[in-house]
Structures are given as C-alpha cells and as structure tokens.
C-alpha cells in the first residue's frame, strides 16, 4: 500500500490487499516518549463509489492491540459491498435545461440568447436521452462538423449561410461552460451532476489567420469629420471609444452617474461589462472636453450617456450603434473592410499605446490580462519597428566595448 517511511520501527499487514488491505505502523518515538504513535492505513469506500486513502491515529498503543485493531477493521472492508452505490443516470436534456434555468437569467439579454441557441442545438445533435458520461471525442468532433456543414444550424438560417472557426469556438466555450458548472451542482443525493468533464482537452477550432481588422488614424478622423452629419450621439461615441478604448457595449450603457467629469473620471459597473469587472479609469482631456459639450447640448433629461432615440429611460440599442458606424464609414467614403467596426478603435487604443507600461495599459482599455493585449488587440506596426532597429547599438560600439 505504501513504502516504509524512515521513522518507521514496526508495521503489520491485516487483509486483502486491493481489497481490505489495512496496514498498521508504528512511528520512533519523540522527544522523551517511551513509545512512538501507531497509525492505521487503509482505503475506504465513499458515496460516489471509489476508493480514498485513509489514515487514523491510535495513539500509543501496544503493538498487540495494533494488532487487533487492524485484524478488526479488515474484516469490516471485507463485509463491505464491492459494488458502487446506484447513482442516478443525468442526461444531456437535465444537464442543459438546468443550467438554462439557472445560470442563463443572470446574463446579458444577448448572451442569453446564444445559451438557449446552443443547448439546443447540441441537444439535437447528441439526443436529449442520452447520458452524459457517455459523452466522449466523437460527440465534440461531430458537433463542430454538423455545424461547420450546415447540417446542424438555427431554424429559418439557409443552409448555405455555415459557422465559421469563430462563431465554433464560441458554441464550443458555451457547451465546457455548462459541463464545468454540472461538475460544481449536486443531484438530490448529493452527487455532482457531472464528475468529470468529457470534452477537457479536446482541440478548440481556431482561426489560422484571424482577421482583426484596425482602423487607421485618418480614416478615424474621417468618420469624425462626418459623425455629426449622422447623428449627435454619433460623435461622442467615437470619442469615447477612442480616448478609452473600451468595447462599444460598455460605452452605450455608461450613465451620467458614472461619469466624473472634475475629477475626470469613468466607472464602468461590472453589469454592463463584458467581463463582469467593476473599475475606474481617468478620462482624457479630449473625452472630458466631449462629454462637457454632450451635457451641454443634451435635450432630454436623462441618466444615460447614449439614450434611445424613442425611450430615453432606456439605452440606445445595440443594433443602433451599429448602423451609427456603418453610416459614418459611409460618409466618410471610407473603402469597405471587413470587420472593421467599433472594436477597430479598441485596437488602435492598444496599439498606439503600446509603450505604455502594460499593467497600466490593460486597466485603462478594461482589459484583465495583459496576454490578451499583447496576443490579440496590439499590431505591429512600421513606425515602432523602425524606431526599434534606430534604438539598437551600431557594431562598431558593441565591438569597442568589448576591446
């Protein structure tokens, strides 16, 4: 069962062993003791049914009653049923339609959305009987085909219109979600509704060459020269996009409330961001100059930065913001780009700020790893490079330093 340890001066066997093996031991004694501590090692069966390892202190005992002890308790394992308690049988429909009940309300009203689409359609591709230990590589692998295909897609969506790697790897994070949670609940007896993850470490479909398209300097200023020509708001959100560098779906929900403009500065509430993270970042001089002449200029009271055009108690909408870019690229006479929309700026913010100290960088734009930053929103660019290669030491200096 296990090695002898060196302070170990005696030990007996009692059983079978990988069955009711009970090894008892005696440890030298310390200090002024006499006799040393005599201990009972053994392996007990739990509710879920496996074997865990077990140590209990007799204290100091004699040898014959050690003895006696584990002569004892080996006949007790030995009494013990070999068969793991009947466990209840949790099906994907259980497993899925739980966590939509449960975890899925406390989400953004889009996110909810992409829950319920994907427990759906993962249910249709394994069946809703089917247990979920039973899971394994075909199911993941035949998931992201069916929807890769087209074969497996939302109801009323042709069936040319096929999910890329990105919006894959998005429905492949949302169903290890629902398994890393099933593996945190209990059923009614106590036992985890999933005791292992069967997709932990398959591969994620990636992009190989993911486009993330980054607005320029002066096709920025372009839109700016236009955004008043498309909408009030419009400006203002390109300002504070830029200046902050924080997602769109973060700036549209900002109130008056959270801004400071004295002390020039900006709550962003953990409900209204992406990652759930509450934080204050300092505001520009551009931003605050902005958000003083919005105040100013601003015709209906309102707590919200962006008010909706037809209920200004409510935000503007998301889809809203949307077409406020898209008609100031127009404008702008801007050639079309994929992918370039409101998180280019994020990207430029990270860019152009790119000597910033990167612990102070990943606060300002609402980020919370830096690997994230330097991974996937800073780009080379031609200017930084060169500037790098002019910073380098001629060889000739290098050489006379070493002379």
């Keep these: 069962m296990a090695r002898a340890r060196r302070d170990e001066v005696w030990s007996y066997s009692a059983g079978q062993k990988g069955r009711n093996r009970v090894r008892a031991y005696e440890r030298a004694p310390r200090g002024d003791a006499e006799q040393g501590s005599v201990f009972l090692l053994f392996r007990e069966r739990v509710a879920d049914g496996t074997l865990r390892r077990k140590k209990v202190s007799l204290g100091a005992v004699t040898r014959e009653v050690a003895r006696r002890k584990a002569d004892e308790l080996a006949g007790k394992l030995a009494a013990m049923p070999d068969r793991p308690p009947v466990t209840e049988v949790v099906t994907v429909a259980t497993l899925f339609d739980s966590y939509v009940r449960e975890v899925t309300p406390g989400k953004s009203r889009h996110t909810q ?17 089917r247990s979920v230990a039973s899971l394994n590589r075909r199911d993941w692998d035949k998931f992201i ?7 497996l897609r939302p109801s009323g969506m042709p069936a040319t219109r096929r999910a890329g790697n990105r919006q894959l790897q998005h429905d492949c994070k949302t169903i290890s979600a629902v398994l890393r949670w099933g593996m945190t609940v209990n059923d009614r007896r106590g036992t985890p509704l999933v005791d292992r993850h069967p997709f932990a470490g398959m591969p994620m479909p990636r992009e190989e060459n993911p486009r993330r398209a980054r607005i320029s300097d002066a096709e920025y200023r372009a839109m700016l ?11 203002l959100a390109l300002v504070l996009a830029h200046e902050t560098g924080h997602r769109i779906g973060a700036i549209r929900l900002l109130t008056w409330f959270d801004v400071d403009l004295k002390a020039k500065r900006i709550r962003w509430r953990a409900e209204s961001d992406k990652l759930g993270w509450e934080h204050v970042t300092p505001m520009s001089d551009v931003a605050a100059a902005e958000l003083e002449l919005a105040k100013g200029k601003q015709l209906v009271e309102a707590a919200w930065l962006f008010p909706g055009p037809r209920d200004p108690s409510k935000p503007i909408s998301r889809h809203t913001v949307r077409h406020l870019w898209e008609r100031a690229e127009e404008k702008a006479k801007l050639e079309p780009a994929e992918r370039r929309g409101w998180h280019s700026l994020r990207r430029l913010f990270a860019t152009e700020l790119k000597n910033a100290p990167l612990r102070d960088l990943t ?10 930053v330097v991974g996937i929103y800073q780009q080379p660019d031609e200017a930084t490079m060169r500037a790098a290669l002019e910073g380098r030491r001629p060889i000739e200096e290098v050489s006379s330093s070493h002379g």
Excluded at 145 to 151: C, K, Y
Excluded at 363 to 372: D, F
């Design 225 to 235: 020269a236009v955004a008043d020509q498309v909408n009030p708001l419009c400006r």
């Design 363 to 372: 606060h300002l734009g609402g980020w919370k790893s830096v690997a994230t």
């Design 113 to 129: 959305s992409h829950d319920r689409l994907v427990a759906g359609l993962f249910l249709r591709c394994v069946g809703r009987t």
């Design 145 to 151: 085909r069916d929807r890769r295909s087209g074969v």
